[in-house]
């Protein structure tokens, strides 16, 4: 079994899950409420963790959970980092060099300050001379300070994963070759579009979908991408709510489509509703 930690700003929540033969087996749900305290405070360039509301939800976990938390995966809370598609002919192989020559690629557009980014490069493909790189980057002293706190709370992380990431994890081999993905929360959401097998477009939104805006929201994403890619189409749209409303459908003009793992989770947990825990079978792997 795997402890997974996945962190909003109000709420953490634990889950305790493996996977085996292809299926997700859950053995344990927890959502730890911070009351009205808050995780992170936002400033326009940083972010402010709140150590003692940490301390205080990871002891009440440790006294509640039957897995052991001592290595958890850790899923930092959504809208905090931000996704770059990226395609270069050639990239440094030592890894200090290829982050500095990264960061030098992008700094300009980048929305974190320099000395405050951390970066994380991922190869999706490499194709004849051309480098396809999906590259994250979130605020260093968050991630620092998170570290700090979880060690010095008994906890030593294997990997800080970004949510986005994870729950494209869970979806990897539903999703389509050409489209969009929206990943509907209570709080927040997400967007991504793929070409060619491509995630191409990551955006975390830090604020629910307006479901009357939602056609909106798939014409805007796709006249983003066109003015890098003309001719670009969405063959499908998909998503996954984990608030379970019965009529998405009708706020979507295109052919949309309902994701679902349901038929790949033995849930063993007294938690009916597990899609706010999604992701976090992401970081199993």
């Known amino acids: 079994m795997k402890s997974i930690i996945i962190l909003e700003n109000e709420y ?40 003692e509301i ?4 990871i002891v009440k976990l440790k006294n509640i959970s039957e897995c052991k938390i001592r290595e958890p995966n850790v899923i ?12 270069v002919e050639d990239y440094p192989k030592n890894q200090n060099e290829a982050i500095e020559f990264i960061m030098w690629k992008i700094q300009k557009i980048m929305p974190i300050p320099k000395d405050n980014a951390i970066i994380r490069i991922q190869m999706l493909k490499k194709e ?4 396809k790189l999906l590259i994250v980057v979130t605020f260093k002293g968050f991630i620092n300070s998170l570290e700090n706190i979880l060690l010095t709370n008994g906890l030593q992380p294997e990997r ?15 999703l389509t070759r050409n489209g969009i993905v929206f990943w509907l929360r209570e709080k927040d959401f997400s967007q991504i579009l ?8 990551i955006r975390e939104v830090d604020r629910p979908l307006e479901l009357s805006r939602a056609d909106f929201e798939v014409m805007s994403i796709i006249s983003n991408v066109r003015e890098r890619y003309p001719d670009y189409e969405a063959a499908n749209i998909f998503y ?3 608030l379970e409303r019965s009529d ?25 509703n597990i899609g706010p825990f999604i992701c976090g079978l992401g970081a199993l792997f």
């Open 12 to 51: 953490l929540l634990h889950l305790c899950a493996e996977e085996k033969k292809g299926f997700y087996h859950i053995y344990d749900l927890h959502r730890l409420d911070t009351n009205d305290k808050k995780i992170y405070e936002r400033s326009e360039n940083d972010l402010k963790i709140n150590i």
């Open 160 to 174: 800080i994963i970004t949510p986005t990431l994870t729950f494209l994890n869970v979806f990897e081999k539903s």
């Open 128 to 131: 004849k001379n051309i480098n």
């Open 54 to 57: 940490i301390r205080e939800l």
């Open 240 to 242: 996954f709510d984990e």
């Open 76 to 87: 930092l809370p959504h809208a905090l980092s931000w996704y770059h598609y990226l395609e």
């Open 194 to 201: 793929f070409k060619d097998d491509m995630p191409i477009f």
């Open 248 to 272: 998405l459908d009708s706020y979507f003009t295109d052919e949309i489509k309902k994701l679902s793992i349901t038929d790949k989770v033995v849930n063993k947990s007294s938690v009916v």
